[in-house]
């Protein structure tokens, strides 16, 4: 039996990589007022940007329904595949609630949802290691085993270059938005069990960018690294330079923030996520 590993949207996982890997994409849902939108399928990163500045309301998203998570699981499990299904964080988002109430309907199924306790270029990177060690080889239940693996070693870093979206969105109070405009300050966020905490406050995108290469650097040598960038590709490709020499046969992989975790990052974001040789 060949095992098939699926995630969902909010990985920001590179169209080629995915193909290049076999991995199936769930997409999430973003809104925009009565328009409803499958991310990175109907909406792609670059329309969702030129849209959100215009949006007289923020977008709000929504986690797949179990029927869109069937609709993935039964073709792969009637060619006789056993699935690996690794999304966002349960404390971020009802993703992994819908996939399990999909396996529920599929008894018996060889069906694994595993709960990555990360979001973005963090749980892409736990995705992708499940996704290389079956090309490698690996049985199901060890494919299941190198995504908890890659789970407790992975790292994310984002800096968020405005407020205003997770102000809009409910995530932060308006005082604290005020605040960090007025003083110009900046978050880098990180993801710590399944929970989004500030690692650092930041005055600029530089000192943004020389932490997080430094934190990369202390966790050096590494595994595998991503870069994530709204809306400037530039300063991605130069960031995953800099990465390039901590990492084992120098390849970091490039990839956009989607429209789902675009509508609490707004423009301007960038981030990391690394993960140390185990």
């Known amino acids: 039996m060949a095992v098939k590993i699926v995630t969902d949207s909010t990985a920001d996982l590179p169209s080629d990589v ?42 709000t998203t929504s986690q797949p329904s179990p029927g869109a998570f069937l609709e993935v699981y039964r073709p792969l499990l009637e060619a006789g595949h056993q699935v690996v299904s690794i999304h966002i964080s349960s404390k971020l988002s009802g993703t992994v609630n819908s996939a399990l109430q999909a396996r529920a309907h599929l008894e018996g199924a060889s069906v694994e949802v595993v709960d990555s306790l990360q979001v973005t270029a963090s749980l892409a990177l736990v995705v992708v290691a499940a996704a ?14 190198a995504a908890h693996r890659a789970r407790e070693r992975v790292h994310l870093l984002a800096y968020l270059d405005t407020l205003e979206y997770l102000k809009k969105g409910g995530r932060i109070g308006k005082v604290q ?98 993960q140390a040789r185990g």
Do not use: C, W
């Open 132 to 145: 290389r060690a079956v090309q490698a080889g690996a049985s199901y239940q060890e494919a299941i085993g």
């Open 177 to 274: 938005a005020v605040v960090g405009t007025l003083l110009r300050v900046r978050p880098v966020v990180t993801v710590h069990e399944g929970i989004v905490h500030s690692a650092t406050k930041v005055r600029s995108r530089a000192q943004g960018i020389e932490y997080m290469v430094s934190v990369a650097r202390d966790r050096a040598p590494l595994e595998q690294a991503m870069v994530i960038y709204s809306t400037e590709p530039d300063d991605a490709r130069a960031l995953a330079e800099r990465l390039g020499s901590l990492v084992e046969g120098g390849n970091v992989i490039v990839g956009r923030v989607g429209p789902v975790l675009g509508t609490y990052t707004g423009p301007g974001a960038f981030g990391i996520a690394v």
């Open 18 to 59: 995915a193909h290049q890997l076999g991995i199936t994409v769930v997409p999430l849902n973003v809104h925009f007022g009565d328009e409803t939108f499958r991310d990175g399928v109907d909406l792609d990163a670059g329309e969702f940007f030129r849209r959100l500045p215009k949006a007289p309301r923020v977008p």
